[in-house]
């Protein structure tokens, strides 16, 4: 993921088994969130993994979340 440097300041970068979310701080207004960039796995079998993964981050996260990328869970 690449961010804007002019425009937000990068506050933590968190790596997961099929995600990885910057922690932004808008210079501009003082907004803070959470970026969100998932990979999901392309096995069935990982599913359940991935899925879980996701819940522990959604009920962790503090600051507002967004959440994209390829899920890959269909």
């Known amino acids: ?21 910057f922690n932004l701080h808008d210079k501009a207004d003082g907004f803070k969130w959470a970026l ?3 990979y999901g796995p392309a096995q069935d079998c990982f599913k359940q993994e991935f899925l879980s993964e996701l819940v522990r981050l959604s ?13 890959n869970i269909l």
């Open 1 to 21: 993921m690449g961010i804007d440097a002019d425009v937000f300041d990068v506050g933590a970068i968190t790596e997961g088994d099929f995600f990885i979310k």
């Open 36 to 38: 969100v960039s998932v």
């Open 59 to 71: 009920n962790t996260e503090t600051l507002p979340i967004l959440i994209g990328g390829d899920f």
